[in-house]
């Protein structure tokens, strides 16, 4: 898959890897980069051999945040340029492919809100999750303050939203901002590794897994959970992949038990 300009994209082993790519500018999220993500994103999910995506910066940041620099006077124009610079997030928040971030600098604000869009935060050691809007006057907005409660709780949340705490990839991954801290220079290796476990599974299956869990975040009780999750269970083993590998499966176990058959010293002849 070609690259688009200022977002790197390339596609293996089952898995796109989506790099911002204006280190200049810290890979801040400007109306052309923003346009390049929401293409970049579509063609990721429209493309059949991918099943998970990689979202990451090129060093030395992640992503500074947003560029409001153009957002004009009056108050429509405002609505519609902030509106236009969250679909930069919003399109991989929305995507149906499982989705990983690779925080390996600072994520900031708008920044933030592209790690938090992601299914789960992979996290460098020099990452830095910097929410900043009180310290620049600024209301939050493109739901940060939702996802960053449900990620971290509401104290967590507080202390980065009201009392200027700033995390490294460390203490993210404390307070489960991020699955993992690894070393700088495992990040994207990390990243790729645990996103290529997902796309070795069925696709379909998967993008209908995360709808599920997303679903079930608005379910009453257990019977409305099981309810939910039997109409897609029923749908799985209607599929050729859970023919297929159950079928393997069995293979396996019955080669295991022929092998264990021939060593033993009570095996009939």
Known sequence: MPDVGLVHVEVSAGVGLLRLDDPGRRNA???????????????????PSVGALVVTGAPPAFCAGADLSDL??????????????YEGFLAVARSPLPTIAAVNGAAV??????????????????????????????????????????AVGQQAALATLLFGEVLDGEAAERVGLAWRCLDDADLLDGA???ARSCAEG??????????????????????????LELAEQLWSLDQPDFAERLAALEERIAAKQRGGAVGRPDAPA
């Open 29 to 47: 999220l400007s109306p052309a980069m923003v346009d390049e993500i929401v293409t970049a994103v579509a063609a990721l999910e429209a493309e």
């Open 72 to 85: 004009g006077a009056s108050r429509d124009s405002r609505t519609a340029g902030l509106r236009r610079i």
């Open 109 to 150: 604000g708008a920044g933030m809100n592209l790690a938090l869009g992601c299914d789960m935060r992979l996290a460098g050691r020099r990452a830095r999750f910097d929410t900043r809007f009180l310290q620049l006057g600024l209301h939050p907005g493109g739901g940060h303050t939702w996802m960053l409660q449900r």
């Open 192 to 194: 790729l590794a645990m």
């Open 202 to 227: 069925p696709h379909e299956l998967a993008r209908r897994i995360k709808a599920t869990v997303r679903r079930q975040a608005g379910v009453a009780d257990h019977d409305e959970a099981v309810d």
